[in-house]
């Protein structure tokens, strides 16, 4: 018992060192909450595939009333703006090249007649694919339109699909990246705490220091880790306030779930950190090392695009990777409100990660050879 | 000024610049194995493109109306009719992710559809909402097709009133295939790239291991200094536009439609820029570790999410809006996209060319600056 | 022809920087001198004395904020470029481009000197056969050893004729024979070239080969002169004793030392002690401090004026020359008594990296309460040797005893018996003094108000200020809290790697006075240094050289062994490295 609590006293004053030294600093303060803070508002506002409002053009060659209810119906949603009226088809290429809508509409010349007929009237819509899931959504918008006109016109299409979408009832892409954003910015500047907290000794020669007191690779790996994991948590909670309180986006699951969550998933994020930090000779391997392997984890972890949508290989790789899983665990609690047994087979990728690379780092403290 | 004593200078710290950055692996490792692995990445391994979606279908009407009604899911390639019993069981296997949507089939389907009211149920897993959001229109695709059929065999007996169809056209990306304007995005990624990490370091790692003070007294000039920097990794550079031209065209067949030489210019000078405000972060910290940090944060980040590479710019508040114009990426974006998928368009290389060529000088004159041969 | 003007003209210059308080402080203050040309001439004086910037202002890296400065006849305000074009430059840390090969880097500096091609091959071979690196054109900067290092950042330097050639500290950290080939290098350009050179250096030795003197002390000018004039200001004060059979000279010295109103320095040299006594001080509190002992005159040095100069000067806030009084106070020795046998025990201990033979079948002992000093030139494997024995490194074979066990392989709690001083001091730099010593207490697994008591006693004795920043502490005072750290816990070994490496004399004292008074508590002390003249202070050295063992013994067996009874122990180490290269290249050659 006497010798456990001497153990914790050895390793608490490592913890306090490296947050001293950590918080010491202004510059630090700054850099451990400012990115998180700006980077959260920043990506709420900016990343999101939503199209709020669709630049168009129209090309109304019928010059009906049809075509003008038409059109006005498409500017009643408020989404479609026009920003151009064409005269001929030849000015589609430039408009659309140029960037200046996103589509154009063309009504034809019969328009108006064949609809007077009974008949279908095909309008033609000319989309920039320059960024294809923008293009994507604004065919969704126009055709939605146009299925609310036929119904105004008294032609119910045949089967209506209703559509309820749970967890983010209007698809707001903003719930999908934000909660994630919570595992994945602390993750960026947590790898990076890590991945430096040993090299940076070792570049300054007091890594020697350390390994000659009494202290074991255990409770030095301890006094590091416990650290960098708080930050990082600390961080999370900082892009939590926000998703929760400045974009508003209702918390569905256990606030104790989702820092259970957050807890293994940074030990997982930390124990890869400190893996590169032993093996690195300098603060610049360690940096350059950090760099080659946020990459990867960031791309293939179902941030941005789904896993799914991978190839094969690469989705069997992903296993390896915690920002996938805590990605999904996070957002599966914040959105889903899931509960333990939901998401348990998360954590599981998270120990095993956490478990390898934690006792791994211990080991190359003192087997990697200057 | 001596003329040739500048150019044998210059030429000998250019050749000093190359050895080194030939000799040190990190180097090529951040210089050419990570664009690659990017390419790789983004080419295989990003796409938004929703294929064999598995979709949960409940029959509650087992009529043969109904299941006319949902054949179509099963023709499309986009999605997997996965067959269930009760809504329970779907439910289960929404929640658990075994499936992106349920298609409910309500037990009063025929009845409905008789009466001119037929409601299919669709519920979508919104977590995912971009795929979601796919999917809602590959389902309502599917089932169209179904109604659209039914239409057509009624062609006979026309209705009160005809009906708008919509003609989507897509130009530049008729297939709509993510790869397509994400591997052009990625160019922009790598120039940046090799701005960011490998210049950032160069002037900061001098003034770090003391190489600077002894080089500052003898006959060189700041400007030399910093124009031999740039020579071997603008070289590095146009390696990897030659990679990303070649795997885009080779591997992923994105179509290049401008012309190579308009593609070349505006990388060249887009990767001026990048190297120069990469050699401007190194100039101003002077210290490695800061060097790296300020060049994720302001170079790499906005690049990639300021710059239009993913998220579309148009739907941005006016704050980040105007961030995203001082961002030199966002210009180099918009021309590169247009370049590789839609043709040459003299115009906007020309406006890009002058932006950089803008921020070019204003880099060159601040970097000039920190280099000034004082160490005070 | 027109008279050439003189080296360097400096006219009441002053340079501020902002101190580490925060507060600026003169780093030159009021400063007027003047360089002849076809000088040789030298700067001397503590650290922060001022001679770095100086010498960064003669080349146009700093702007002065007062006063004016000539090089060449020209004003440096004015055309700092055409100043930069006629000298050359060799600041404290040549920065070698270390990936680059030993021909690449001399290659770039003749073409941004633009060296002609046609003069060029004579003049690289000359340089390179004068500081033996033709052998190794091919080899990358960064896998010299540092003395060679050093010699190839002077022939860079040197690859044209400059009209004036600045050097600042270029041996600082390079081993005695690197030095003597540096300075033979220095010596041969003067002679055929008429160089004028301007050095910076804390070695008096080396002072005392150029032709004029400038002693700088505070950022002022104490006293310039030539080194005889400056010698002379120490006649009639030297002296030397032979302490009483059995006991060290050490000691003797401290006693010395501690009195610093009638002896201003005492070094220990071959058994016996120099010192320098006070200009008025009484004869009778003199021979009372020295009972039985007959101090005998001796012929002043160089280094003793140099000492003279600094002590008369002694301005408060400079005292990181006065040693901590430790001898006043009670020493925390080990705790646990005193066994006998040796307590650090290494035999036939080899290391490998890849073919290289870092150390070669060692074998040595250190008793308890010695002072063990391991002496060697860069690369000799001193370091590698170190790191072993702290664990800090497995060693291929060999068997290898501290305390009694293996450090590398023992439990964690027999790493409580050691203490270590990291070279260059490597301490939390952002840390205060207090919260290093605290962090270091707790990594001990010092508890509580024991911790707490422990490192309070520590600073008194070391006077440290508790508050102060570590990284901002001048070089003494880093030490100072490296060995505090060390000796927290009161180990019963203490290694300190280089401990006095870039430390100006007076701080050497200081340290050396807190060695002794540790070794008169029972602490064994091992210690590996470049200053040869610190041997006198072991109880015995061992030299090491390219991995071997080339002789151990009491200083003055070691002196025997190289044949040189009397002389300086830098010459005898010399003279035992040399004989040992030469039989190894006879070796070979019979082979």
């Given at each position: 018992?006497?010798?456990?609590?001497?153990?914790?006293?050895?390793?608490?004053?490592?913890?306090?060192?490296?947050?001293?030294?950590?918080?010491?600093?202004?510059?630090?303060?700054?850099?451990?909450?400012?990115?998180?803070?700006?980077?959260?508002m920043?990506?709420?506002?900016?990343a999101?595939?939503?199209?709020?409002?669709?630049?168009y053009?129209?090309?109304?060659?019928?010059h009906?009333?049809a075509?003008t209810?038409?059109?006005?119906?498409?500017?009643?949603?408020?989404?479609?703006?026009?920003?151009?009226?064409?005269?001929?088809?030849?000015?589609?290429?430039?408009?659309?090249?140029e960037?200046?809508?996103?589509?154009?509409?063309?009504?034809p010349?019969?328009?108006?007649?064949?609809?007077?007929?009974?008949?279908?009237?095909?309008?033609?819509?000319?989309?920039?694919?320059?960024?294809?899931t923008?293009?994507?959504?604004?065919?969704g918008?126009?055709?939605?339109?146009?299925t609310?006109?036929?119904e105004?016109r008294g032609v119910?299409s045949?089967v209506t699909?209703?559509?309820?979408?749970?967890?983010?009832p209007?698809?707001?892409?903003?719930?999908?990246i934000?909660?994630?954003?919570?595992?994945?910015l602390?993750?960026?500047?947590?790898?990076?705490?890590?991945?430096?907290s040993?090299?940076?000794?070792r570049?300054?020669?007091?890594?020697?220091?350390?390994?000659?007191?009494?202290?074991?690779?255990?409770q030095?790996?301890?006094?590091?880790?416990?650290?960098?994991?708080?930050?990082?948590v600390m961080?999370?909670?900082i892009?939590l306030?926000?998703v929760?309180?400045?974009f508003?986006?209702?918390?569905?699951?256990s606030?104790?779930?989702?820092y259970?969550?957050?807890?293994?998933?940074t030990g997982?994020?930390?124990?890869?950190?400190?893996s590169?930090?032993?093996?690195?000779l300098?603060?610049?391997?360690?940096?350059?090392?950090?760099?080659?392997?946020i990459?990867?984890?960031?791309?293939?972890?179902g941030?941005?695009?789904?896993?799914?949508?991978?190839?094969e290989?690469?989705?069997?790789?992903?296993?390896v990777?915690?920002?996938?899983?805590?990605?999904?665990?996070?957002?599966?609690?914040?959105l889903?409100?899931?509960?333990l047994?939901?998401?348990?087979?998360?954590?599981?990728?998270?120990?095993?990660?956490?478990?390898?690379t934690?006792?791994?780092?211990?080991?190359l403290?003192r087997?990697?050879?200057? | 000024?001596?003329?040739?004593?500048?150019?044998?200078?210059?030429?000998a710290?250019?050749?000093?610049?190359?050895?080194?950055?030939?000799?040190d692996r990190?180097?090529?490792?951040?210089?050419?194995?990570l664009?690659?692995?990017?390419?790789?990445?983004?080419?295989?391994?990003l796409s938004?493109?929703?294929?064999?979606?598995?979709?949960?279908?409940?029959?509650?009407?087992?009529?043969?109306?109904?299941?006319e009604?949902?054949?179509?899911i099963?023709g499309?390639?986009?999605?997997v009719?996965?067959r269930?019993?009760?809504?329970?069981?779907?439910?289960?296997l929404?929640?658990?992710?075994?499936?992106?949507?349920?298609?409910?089939?309500?037990?009063?389907?025929?009845?409905?559809?008789?009466?001119?009211?037929?409601?299919?149920?669709l519920?979508?897993?919104?977590i995912d909402s971009?795929t979601?959001?796919s999917?809602?229109?590959?389902?309502?695709?599917?089932l169209?097709?179904?109604?659209l059929?039914r239409l057509?065999?009624?062609?006979?007996?026309?209705?009160?009133?005809g009906?708008v169809?919509?003609?989507q056209?897509?130009?530049f990306?008729?297939?709509g295939?993510?790869?397509?304007?994400?591997?052009?995005?990625?160019?922009?990624?790598?120039?940046?790239?090799?701005?960011?990490?490998?210049?950032?370091?160069?002037?900061?790692r001098?003034?770090?291991?003391?190489?600077?003070?002894?080089?500052?007294v003898?006959?060189?000039?700041?400007?030399?200094?910093?124009?031999?920097?740039?020579?071997?990794y603008?070289l590095?550079?146009v390696?990897?536009?030659?990679?990303?031209?070649?795997?885009?065209?080779v591997l992923?067949?994105v179509?290049?439609?401008?012309?190579?030489?308009?593609?070349?210019?505006?990388?060249?000078?887009?990767?001026?820029?990048?190297?120069?405000?990469g050699?401007f972060?190194?100039g101003?910290?002077?210290?490695?570790?800061?060097a790296?940090?300020?060049?994720?944060?302001t170079?790499?980040?906005?690049?990639?999410?300021?710059?239009?590479?993913?998220?579309?710019l148009?739907?941005?508040?006016?704050?980040?809006?105007?961030?995203?114009?001082?961002?030199p990426?966002?210009?180099?974006?918009?021309?590169?996209?247009?370049?590789?998928?839609?043709g040459?368009?003299?115009?906007?290389?020309?406006q890009?060319?002058?932006?950089?060529?803008?921020?070019?000088?204003?880099?060159l004159a601040?970097?000039?600056?920190?280099?000034?041969?004082?160490?005070d | 022809?027109?008279?050439t003007?003189?080296?360097?003209?400096?006219?009441?210059?002053?340079?501020?920087?902002?101190?580490?308080?925060g507060?600026?402080?003169?780093?030159?203050?009021?400063?007027?001198?003047?360089i002849?040309?076809g000088?040789?001439?030298?700067?001397?004086g503590?650290?922060?004395?001022?001679?770095?910037?100086?010498?960064?202002?003669?080349?146009?890296?700093?702007q002065?904020?007062?006063g004016?400065?000539?090089?060449?006849?020209i004003?440096?305000a004015?055309?700092?470029?055409?100043?930069?074009?006629?000298?050359?430059?060799?600041?404290q840390?040549?920065?070698?481009?270390?990936d680059?090969?030993?021909?690449?880097?001399?290659?770039?500096?003749?073409d941004?000197?633009?060296?002609p091609?046609?003069v060029?091959?004579?003049?690289?071979?000359r340089?390179?056969?004068?500081?033996?690196l033709?052998?190794?054109?091919?080899?990358?900067?960064?896998?010299?050893?540092?003395?060679?290092?050093?010699?190839?950042?002077?022939?860079?330097?040197?690859?044209?004729?400059?009209d004036?050639?600045?050097?600042?500290?270029?041996s600082?950290?390079?081993?005695?024979?690197?030095?003597?080939?540096l300075?033979?290098?220095?010596?041969?350009?003067?002679?055929?070239?008429?160089?004028?050179?301007?050095v910076?250096?804390a070695?008096?030795?080396?002072?005392?080969r150029?032709?004029?003197?400038?002693?700088?002390?505070?950022?002022?000018?104490?006293?310039?002169?030539?080194?005889?004039?400056?010698?002379?200001r120490?006649?009639?004060?030297?002296?030397?004793?032979?302490?009483?059979?059995?006991?060290?000279?050490?000691?003797?010295?401290?006693?010395l030392?501690?009195?610093?109103d009638?002896?201003?320095?005492a070094?220990?040299?071959?058994?016996?002690?120099?010192?320098?006594?006070?200009?008025?001080?009484?004869?009778?509190?003199?021979?009372?401090?020295?009972?039985?002992?007959?101090?005998q005159?001796?012929?002043?040095?160089?280094?003793d004026a140099?000492?003279?100069?600094?002590?008369?000067?002694?301005?408060p806030?400079?005292?990181?020359?006065?040693?901590?009084?430790?001898?006043s106070?009670?020493i925390?020795?080990p705790?646990?008594?005193?066994?006998?046998?040796?307590?650090i025990?290494?035999?036939?201990?080899?290391?490998?990296?890849?073919?290289?033979?870092?150390?070669?079948?060692?074998?040595?002992?250190?008793?308890?309460?010695?002072?063990?000093?391991?002496?060697?030139?860069?690369g000799?494997?001193?370091?590698?040797?170190?790191?072993m024995?702290?664990?800090?490194?497995p060693?291929?074979?060999?068997?290898l005893?501290?305390?009694?066990?293996?450090?590398?392989?023992?439990?964690?709690a027999?790493r409580?018996?050691?203490?270590y001083?990291?070279?260059?001091?490597?301490?939390y730099?952002?840390?205060?003094?207090y919260?290093?010593?605290?962090?270091?207490?707790?990594?001990?697994?010092?508890?509580?108000?024991?911790?707490?008591?422990?490192?309070?006693?520590?600073?008194?004795q070391?006077?440290?200020d508790?508050?102060?920043?570590?990284g901002?502490l001048?070089?003494?005072?880093k030490q100072?809290?490296?060995?505090?750290?060390?000796l927290?816990?009161?180990?019963?070994?203490?290694?300190?790697?280089?401990?006095t490496?870039?430390?100006?004399?007076?701080?050497?004292?200081a340290?050396?006075?807190?060695?002794?008074?540790?070794?008169q508590?029972?602490?064994?002390?091992?210690?590996?240094?470049?200053?040869?003249?610190e041997?006198e202070?072991?109880?015995?050295?061992?030299?090491q050289?390219?991995?071997r063992?080339?002789?151990?013994?009491t200083?003055?067996?070691?002196?025997?062994?190289?044949?040189?009874?009397?002389?300086?122990?830098?010459e005898?180490?010399?003279?035992i490295?040399?004989?040992?290269?030469?039989?190894?290249?006879?070796?070979?050659?019979?082979?």
């Amino acid at each position: 018992m006497g010798s456990f609590i001497a153990n914790l006293a050895q390793i608490i004053a490592l913890c306090r060192k490296e947050i001293v030294a950590l918080l010491k600093d202004p510059a630090n303060r700054v850099i451990l909450v400012g990115p998180a803070l700006i980077q959260s508002m920043l990506f709420g506002y900016a990343a999101t595939f939503d199209l709020k409002y669709v630049p168009y053009a129209v090309l109304d060659q019928s010059h009906s009333a049809a075509s003008t209810d038409f059109l006005s119906h498409l500017e009643g949603t408020g989404i479609f703006r026009r920003e151009a009226t064409l005269a001929n088809p030849h000015q589609i290429g430039q408009v659309i090249e140029e960037g200046r809508v996103l589509m154009v509409v063309s009504i034809p010349t019969d328009f108006a007649d064949r609809l007077a007929m009974g008949r279908r009237a095909p309008v033609q819509i000319i989309l920039d694919g320059r960024n294809s899931t923008t293009a994507g959504a604004a065919a969704g918008y126009v055709n939605a339109v146009t299925t609310s006109f036929n119904e105004a016109r008294g032609v119910a299409s045949p089967v209506t699909v209703v559509r309820r979408a749970w967890f983010n009832p209007n698809l707001d892409s903003r719930w999908q990246i934000m909660p994630a954003m919570i595992a994945t910015l602390s993750m960026l500047q947590t790898l990076l705490l890590a991945a430096l907290s040993v090299a940076r000794e070792r570049e300054q020669g007091t890594f020697d220091q350390l390994l000659v007191t009494p202290l074991t690779p255990l409770q030095i790996l301890v006094g590091k880790a416990v650290p960098s994991v708080l930050v990082g948590v600390m961080q999370s909670t900082i892009v939590l306030l926000i998703v929760r309180f400045w974009f508003e986006i209702p918390m569905a699951g256990s606030l104790w779930l989702f820092y259970l969550g957050l807890f293994s998933f940074t030990g997982a994020s930390v124990g890869i950190g400190m893996s590169i930090s032993a093996l690195s000779l300098n603060m610049q391997q360690a940096m350059l090392y950090t760099f080659l392997v946020i990459m990867p984890l960031t791309l293939l972890s179902g941030l941005i695009t789904p896993v799914r949508n991978m190839p094969e290989v690469l989705q069997v790789l992903t296993y390896v990777n915690p920002l996938r899983f805590g990605v999904d665990l996070v957002r599966r609690v914040y959105l889903e409100g899931a509960g333990l047994l939901d998401v348990a087979p998360d954590f599981l990728p998270l120990v095993v990660v956490a478990g390898v690379t934690l006792p791994l780092a211990a080991w190359l403290f003192r087997h990697r050879l200057a | 000024m001596n003329h040739s004593a500048f150019l044998t200078r210059l030429i000998a710290l250019i050749r000093k610049e190359t050895r080194q950055m030939l000799r040190d692996r990190s180097n090529l490792l951040v210089g050419l194995l990570l664009p690659v692995g990017l390419i790789l990445l983004f080419g295989y391994g990003l796409s938004f493109d929703v294929k064999n979606a598995p979709v949960a279908i409940v029959m509650e009407d087992t009529s043969a109306a109904a299941r006319e009604a949902v054949s179509g899911i099963e023709g499309s390639r986009y999605l997997v009719p996965v067959r269930t019993t009760s809504m329970r069981e779907a439910e289960d296997l929404l929640t658990s992710g075994r499936v992106d949507a349920i298609v409910r089939v309500p037990i009063d389907f025929a009845q409905a559809q008789a009466r001119g009211d037929a409601r299919i149920q669709l519920i979508l897993n919104g977590i995912d909402s971009t795929t979601a959001r796919s999917l809602e229109a590959y389902v309502g695709g599917a089932l169209g097709t179904v109604s659209l059929r039914r239409l057509d065999r009624g062609t006979g007996v026309p209705g009160s009133s005809g009906s708008v169809e919509i003609v989507q056209r897509t130009w530049f990306n008729e297939a709509g295939i993510s790869t397509w304007y994400l591997v052009p995005g990625l160019v922009v990624l790598i120039m940046t790239l090799v701005g960011a990490f490998l210049t950032s370091m160069l002037i900061a790692r001098e003034w770090e291991r003391g190489t600077l003070e002894a080089l500052f007294v003898t006959p060189v000039r700041p400007l030399e200094l910093v124009l031999a920097k740039l020579a071997p990794y603008l070289l590095v550079g146009v390696v990897d536009l030659a990679i990303c031209i070649v795997a885009a065209r080779v591997l992923f067949q994105v179509p290049i439609r401008g012309s190579l030489l308009a593609i070349f210019l505006t990388s060249v000078a887009y990767l001026i820029v990048s190297l120069l405000l990469g050699l401007f972060i190194s100039g101003i910290t002077r210290n490695q570790f800061a060097a790296s940090q300020m060049a994720l944060l302001t170079s790499f980040m906005p690049a990639l999410m300021l710059s239009g590479f993913v998220f579309d710019l148009r739907n941005v508040p006016l704050v980040v809006k105007i961030v995203s114009q001082i961002v030199p990426a966002t210009h180099f974006m918009g021309v590169i996209k247009t370049l590789f998928l839609a043709g040459t368009n003299w115009t906007m290389v020309a406006q890009s060319c002058a932006i950089m060529l803008g921020y070019a000088l204003l880099l060159l004159a601040l970097t000039w600056r920190t280099v000034r041969k004082r160490l005070d | 022809m027109t008279e050439t003007p003189p080296s360097v003209v400096i006219e009441g210059l002053s340079k501020r920087f902002d101190g580490p308080d925060g507060k600026p402080f003169e780093a030159i203050d009021n400063m007027s001198l003047t360089i002849r040309p076809g000088t040789l001439a030298a700067f001397v004086g503590p650290d922060g004395s001022g001679k770095t910037t100086l010498m960064r202002m003669m080349a146009g890296l700093l702007q002065p904020d007062d006063g004016s400065l000539h090089v060449l006849g020209i004003d440096l305000a004015e055309d700092p470029q055409a100043v930069q074009n006629r000298i050359s430059y060799m600041p404290q840390r040549f920065g070698l481009y270390e990936d680059l090969s030993v021909q690449e880097n001399l290659d770039l500096y003749a073409d941004l000197h633009g060296v002609p091609q046609d003069v060029r091959s004579e003049r690289f071979s000359r340089l390179l056969a004068m500081t033996d690196l033709a052998h190794f054109t091919g080899r990358p900067a960064g896998k010299l050893s540092g003395g060679m290092k050093q010699k190839l950042g002077l022939a860079c330097t040197l690859v044209r004729v400059p009209d004036l050639l600045l050097l600042d500290e270029p041996s600082v950290g390079v081993d005695p024979l690197s030095r003597r080939d540096l300075w033979e290098i220095i010596k041969q350009l003067i002679a055929e070239e008429g160089l004028s050179v301007i050095v910076s250096t804390a070695y008096m030795d080396e002072a005392g080969r150029c032709d004029h003197v400038f002693v700088l002390n505070g950022g002022r000018l104490l006293a310039e002169g030539t080194p005889a004039d400056l010698t002379a200001r120490a006649k009639g004060l030297t002296y030397v004793v032979t302490p009483q059979d059995g006991v060290p000279a050490r000691n003797l010295q401290a006693r010395l030392i501690d009195a610093p109103d009638l002896v201003v320095d005492a070094v220990p040299a071959g058994g016996r002690v120099h010192f320098i006594r006070q200009p008025d001080s009484d004869e009778a509190r003199l021979h009372a401090l020295l009972p039985d002992c007959d101090p005998q005159p001796r012929k002043e040095e160089l280094e003793d004026a140099f000492m003279l100069l600094l002590h008369q000067q002694d301005t408060p806030g400079q005292d990181a020359s006065t040693p901590p009084p430790l001898a006043s106070q009670e020493i925390h020795g080990p705790t646990n008594g005193h066994g006998e046998g040796p307590v650090i025990l290494v035999r036939d201990l080899v290391r490998r990296f890849g073919d290289f033979t870092a150390v070669a079948n060692t074998s040595f002992d250190v008793a308890r309460g010695e002072i063990f000093g391991l002496l060697g030139p860069n690369g000799a494997g001193k370091t590698t040797t170190f790191r072993m024995l702290c664990g800090l490194l497995p060693a291929t074979s060999g068997e290898l005893q501290v305390a009694g066990v293996n450090l590398r392989t023992a439990r964690s709690a027999a790493r409580a018996r050691i203490g270590y001083v990291a070279q260059k001091f490597a301490l939390y730099s952002n840390l205060t003094v207090y919260e290093n010593l605290d962090f270091f207490g707790g990594a001990y697994g010092l508890r509580g108000a024991r911790r707490r008591k422990r490192v309070e006693e520590i600073i008194c004795q070391f006077e440290l200020d508790p508050s102060a920043q570590s990284g901002n502490l001048p070089l003494g005072y880093k030490q100072r809290l490296a060995m505090a750290a060390g000796l927290l816990h009161e180990p019963e070994i203490l290694f300190l790697d280089e401990p006095t490496s870039g430390i100006d004399p007076l701080a050497r004292r200081a340290f050396w006075r807190t060695i002794t008074a540790l070794a008169q508590a029972g602490v064994t002390v091992v210690v590996t240094t470049h200053f040869m003249e610190e041997a006198e202070y072991c109880d015995r050295i061992a030299i090491q050289d390219a991995g071997r063992l080339l002789a151990i013994g009491t200083p003055q067996q070691v002196r025997e062994e190289s044949g040189l009874e009397g002389g300086h122990m830098n010459e005898a180490f010399i003279a035992i490295v040399e004989k040992a290269r030469a039989e190894e290249g006879q070796a070979q050659e019979a082979a």
